[in-house]
């Protein structure tokens, strides 16, 4: 409302008319000093040392400021210049040090004061015309400027009183003439134009009191115009005058002057290289003699020292192996004996002596479990097809899962329907069986979770060795991490007990050893080495060297490879020890730390029966004699093996079929199941082959319960044919396979099977081609196709109660009693309570978990091991080793080295110093980081190579990751990573004859070689280690690179990059290393191009910024190439620390 208006608001009809903005473009403005008038603003672009919109206001500072000038104030009569500046703008420098803000680089910028105009000259001038000076007030001595411009030939003059400009001229076409002598100088420029203009109400100009020339001047001074400056031997200042013949008539009428003198001072920056007479000075030849010797030198001492180094270290390893430690092994029993007592002992004392050395500081342990399960979350794919979940110690689950097909239940079921497979008979698709559950509801459960094991339990004493038997799929080596306590990637549930009680997991990993599947050992090693590392890393810190060896010598002297002990490990392209010695070796590795648990991967895998017995035969010498507990998953061990072993898990798809004693008792619990091993039979195959096979049961068959009762009076009820003889006469011969299933595989009353395993029932035989008696003719295909129909659902629906009848058969037998009383004497014995007895007891087995603790291993002085710089000596010994018995990549680095080096020496011979030559180093430098860049993709292997046995040695308890990071970087970084760019460097360098004028100039180039080598090889043993496929690594590593090359300023002017993607130059190693070589050459270098007769002298640094090269920016990228070195080497320790570990 308008009462609710501020009394003193105007109204807009009393607001004054706001004055038009300045724009040149319209006819009401203008531009002073004949300025152009910018297309985008409508604002001028005035001349150096003029500002403001219509460029009339003189700028103070200096020209080194630029865009930061300022306008002189109204208020005030003079400008304050900075230092080292002069004159009434400002425009005239003094000093060199002030031109280094304008000469690109930096460097070499000299205030040029001469009258001759390289570039742009200007000069400072008062007027010397006296009648002119007397025409003026003293406080107004009449001034002029003077601006030329060689390039353009254009020049300006302004004429000021009291430093107020009066008027201004601008001369056009102008030429320039030289003439000198030996007593002067004399510079001339001749303009054919000249057209002048009056500052209004200035003096002259319309200004009160004073004449008015503005139509004399913009109408009657045309031109030619004439400024001259002559400066002499001896005499101050430089004389200068200026004629124009109207302004000299002007003159002559009102001064009697003919024209106008001055005397002028000047002063210009400009690069050292432009200033007249300048001469290029050569390199010193003795500097450059000096250079190319010293370089020389260092390249020698360089040779001298690798192959010091190489010849020391192959001396050394030669005497290791001839060195006897029987000696060292004899003092030690004198030691321990007293002296002289070493040599009474006979060879039975001597190995009660060596087993009581190795019994020291033991502590038996016995292990159990309860209803250890485990299970997974699988993907989508293995819910729907049974795909593996991602590791091979699920395999059990693969084998369940593989029942998976089309929507159909697997043969543990009992209900739903059952499609048949693919391949079955299309005639009758419609055939199903009904099961009691389906393979979803038993094995993955209403949360997604996919079992592989189920409820498995059993105890090993100490002095014990236990066998995890079972089929392909059973899931014995999940079953056996999750013993070891190994990372798992899914869900453990149940009881692992020592010594009746639970133990602490470092502790535990502390107690135990773990020996995996596949031998992990470096090849270059030799056997005593590699157990002598194992020992050094990994027994307690206070343990002298010498104990230490003595347990690595007692160690190969227990296994049986003593006689080995020099031999190197070898691999497949360098011949070395046998396949049961390597996996000797790698119980040796475990054995060395004395472990009271030792569990083994399939120890026999791939090793033939002999060698196979010789490793089981020395695992239960070391259980009964050393009281280790021994557990360990093999898969078809001979007879004379599997009677080696005290305890016996068996496994069939996660599930447990039998754990306990593995000779009598195993035989008398399947027996009273039904199922007897015939005579001439391999025990172990009986077993593992009875989870596997289904029971041979005909469809056309009833079937009977047949009940057993063993002597405990358990009463055993399982599936079977009424008469294993029983045969109709309709049914097709069978096969051997089929009988032998039924006769060895279904269950039976006890009786003998001595007869054979082969013979037939009463009613079918086998004649001499395995077919059955009953077979006369060719019968049709049909038929067989049916039966093979009808036989592909009976066997699921056998299978089911085959396994369940197994699994039920043990969890109702007195095998299973036995093993839980077991478990509860170990849990009551730690407690400290008496056994209970559980069959009459009600304290129950959960009851005695839920009160058992950990008390028994409080006490227990857990040693620590080597500390992290013990960790980093040791392996860097190992590296060391490891790298000079395989020369063959250190030594294909420094040939590679040596040949490039001499080729780019000869290709780039002593560079000219002109456009060709910046070519040619610029090539240079860009050819080197790019050999270079591409050298340092070995350091993938570094870890790649070496990432399964780190795996490993990290499980096991090896070493930090940071002491086994630190000495794999150290060992790449010195002889592969500095000392091949030094050398390349002392070799090029004189060769091709870069800046020779300090050393300063061969340091800084060196020091970029290095960082640039060092960046690369870290950014690449990133990759390494993130990617572990090593085809995958070397593509990402080679796309990086060449990502990196296209930004290194070659290949793509940086300049022309669109804002957008600009930023992506941060990212190029290659633009750091690139750019801060050639500014570090080529800046404060001046190159010569001759062109048409003239020698253009051309900065280095104005090259640079074509190029889009920053001329300043050496150190600049010095600093980004450390900082990027060590970001990538943190991003691949961390990756190393926190996602490269075992996960089964």
Not at 201 to 218: A, M, N, Y
Not at 477 to 505: C, Q, W, Y
Request: negative net charge; hydrophobic residues 40%.
């Amino acid at each position: 409302m308008p009462s609710a208006l501020p009394s003193t608001m105007l109204h807009a009809a009393d607001c004054p008319a706001c004055p038009p903005c300045f724009n040149c473009h319209l006819p009401a403005f203008s531009c002073s000093h004949f300025a152009e008038c910018s297309p985008f603003d409508g604002n001028c672009e005035c001349p150096p040392g003029f500002g403001g919109n219509d460029c009339t206001s003189p700028l103070c500072n200096s020209l080194a400021d630029g865009a930061r000038r300022v306008p002189r104030p109204p208020d005030s009569r003079s400008c304050e210049c900075s230092a080292g500046w002069s004159g009434i703008n400002c425009n005239v420098c003094e000093l060199d040090d002030v031109c280094s803000p304008l000469v690109p680089g930096g460097e070499g910028a000299v205030c040029y004061q001469g009258i001759r105009a390289i570039k742009e000259q200007y000069l400072m001038c008062d007027v010397t015309n006296t009648p002119i000076q007397k025409q003026l007030p003293p406080d107004q001595p009449p001034q002029v400027t003077v601006t030329y411009n060689a390039t353009s030939g254009q020049g300006t003059f302004q004429f000021w009183a009291g430093e107020k400009e009066s008027f201004y001229c601008q001369l056009l076409d102008c030429e320039t003439t030289q003439a000198d002598s030996y007593y002067s100088n004399s510079t001339q420029y001749d303009c054919a134009q000249v057209r002048c203009q009056c500052m209004p109400g200035r003096l002259l100009c319309g200004e009160d009191g004073s004449i008015d020339i503005t139509d004399f001047l913009s109408e009657e001074v045309k031109g030619p115009g004439k400024f001259k400056c002559t400066e002499r031997e001896g005499v101050a200042g430089r004389t200068c005058s200026f004629e124009e013949p109207a302004m000299n008539e002007l003159i002559t009428d009102f001064f009697g002057d003919p024209y106008i003198t001055l005397s002028c001072t000047s002063g210009s920056c400009l690069h050292q290289s432009q200033l007249p007479g300048y001469i290029i000075p050569e390199p010193s030849k003795f500097g450059r003699a000096f250079m190319i010797a010293s370089m020389v030198a260092a390249f020698a001492v360089v040779l001298v020292v690798i192959g010091g180094v190489l010849l020391v270290s192959r001396y050394q390893d030669l005497r290791a192996k001839r060195k006897k430690i029987n000696n060292q092994y004899e003092q030690l029993l004198a030691s321990l004996l007293g002296e002289g007592g070493g040599s009474q002992l006979s060879s039975s004392e001597e190995e009660e002596l060596r087993r009581a050395l190795m019994m020291a500081g033991h502590k038996s342990m016995s292990v159990s479990w309860k209803g250890v399960s485990y299970y997974v979350q699988p993907n989508k794919r293995a819910r729907n097809n049974g795909a593996s979940t991602g590791s091979r110690s699920e395999n059990a689950g693969v084998g369940m899962l593989s029942w998976l097909r089309r929507g159909t239940n697997h043969p543990l079921t009992n209900n739903g329907p059952i499609a048949l497979p693919d391949g079955d008979d299309d005639d009758e698709p419609s055939e199903a069986v009904t099961m009691e559950h389906s393979l979803q509801e038993r094995l993955i459960d209403d949360r997604g979770h996919l079992t592989i094991l189920d409820g498995i339990s059993g105890c090993v004493g100490a002095g014990e060795i236990c066998a995890i038997m079972g089929g392909s799929g059973a899931g014995k080596t999940t079953f056996l991490d999750i013993l070891a306590r190994r990372h798992k990637s899914g869900v453990v549930t149940g009881e692992i007990l020592v010594n009746g009680a639970s133990m602490p997991l470092e502790e535990y990993k502390r107690s135990i050893g773990f020996v995996d599947q596949e031998d992990t050992l470096i090849e270059t090693l030799t056997v005593r080495e590699t157990i002598t590392y194992s020992a050094l890393l990994r027994l307690p810190r206070d343990m002298s060297n010498e104990a230490k060896q003595f347990r690595v010598r007692e160690t190969m002297v227990e296994l049986g490879i003593l006689n080995i002990a020099d031999r190197r490990i070898g691999g497949a392209g360098n011949r070395g020890i046998s396949g049961g010695e390597k996996r000797r070796v790698s119980i040796a590795c475990e054995l060395v730390t004395s472990p009271s648990i030792l569990y083994l991967d399939e120890p026999t895998s791939g090793l033939d029966s002999f060698n196979a017995y010789n490793v089981i035969e020395c695992l239960v010498t070391l259980a009964r004699n050393y009281r280790r507990t021994v557990i360990l998953t093999i898969h078809q061990p001979r007879s004379n093996i599997y009677a080696l072993f005290d305890k016996l898990v068996l496994l069939a798809r996660g599930k447990l079929v039998y754990s306990g004693p593995a000779q009598d008792s195993a035989i008398k619990h399947f027996s009273r199941l039904g199922f007897q091993c015939p005579v001439g039979f391999n025990m172990a195959d009986y077993f593992v082959d009875l989870t596997m096979h289904v029971m041979a049961v005909d469809s056309t068959t009833p079937r009977t319960p047949v009940d057993h009762s063993d002597d405990s009076g358990m009463t055993s009820t399982f599936p079977g044919n009424s008469s294993v003889d029983q045969t109709t006469n309709t049914s097709l011969p069978r096969s051997v396979k089929a009988i032998q299933d039924e006769r060895l595989f279904t269950p039976h009353q006890e009786r003998d099977l001595s007869q054979g395993i082969t013979q037939g029932s009463s009613s079918e035989s086998l004649d001499p081609d395995g077919r059955s008696s009953s077979q006369n003719g060719v019968k049709s295909a049909s038929p067989a196709v049916k039966r093979r129909g009808d036989g592909f659902l009976n066997d699921w629906k056998a299978t089911t109660d085959h396994l369940a009848y197994l699994v039920d058969g043990f969890k109702a037998s007195e095998a299973f009693r036995s093993l839980e009383r077991a478990i509860a004497v170990e849990v009551s014995a730690s407690r400290g309570h008496n056994p209970p007895h559980v069959a009459e007891s009600n304290w129950g087995m959960p009851e005695i978990l839920e009160d058992r603790d950990s008390s028994e291993f409080r006490g227990v002085d857990w040693k620590k091991r080597a500390t992290w710089w013990t960790q980093f000596t040791i392996l860097s010994g190992r590296t060391f080793k490891n790298m000079y018995r395989n020369p063959n990549l250190l030594l294909g680095h420094y040939a590679v080295t040596l040949l490039v080096a001499i080729l780019c020496g000869a290709l780039f011979w002593q560079v000219s110093n002109d456009l060709a030559g910046f070519q040619n180093r610029l090539g240079f430098f860009f050819f080197v980081c790019a050999l270079f860049g591409f050298s340092c993709m070995s350091s993938i292997q570094v870890f790649a190579a070496e990432r399964i046995i780190f795996l490993r040695e990290r499980a096991n308890r090896y070493y930090s990751p940071i002491t086994y990071f630190a000495a794999k970087v150290l060992f790449d970084i010195v002889p592969l990573r500095v000392l091949p760019p030094l050398t390349l460097g002392l070799i090029v360098y004189p060769m091709i004859g870069l800046r020779s004028e300090s050393l300063v100039y061969l340091l800084k180039f060196l020091l970029v070689l290095i960082l640039f080598n060092l960046t690369s090889a870290s950014v690449c043993l990133a990759i390494g280690i993130i990617v572990p496929e090593i085809g995958l690594s070397n593509l990402v590593s080679t796309l990086v690179m060449l990502f990196a090359m296209l930004y290194g300023g070659l290949l793509l002017n940086k300049a022309t990059v669109p804002a957008y993607l600009g930023w992506l130059r941060n990212l190029s190693f290659f633009n750091f290393a690139v750019e801060a070589l050639i500014v570090n050459e080529v800046n404060g270098l001046t190159l010569v191009e001759d062109k048409f007769g003239l020698k253009i002298n051309v900065p280095g640094a104005t090259i640079l910024e074509t190029f889009a090269f920053n001329a300043l920016g050496y150190w600049g990228d010095v600093i980004k190439l450390g900082a990027y070195w060590c970001l990538m080497m943190i991003l691949g320790f961390l990756w190393l620390q926190f996602r490269v570990k075992e996960k089964r």
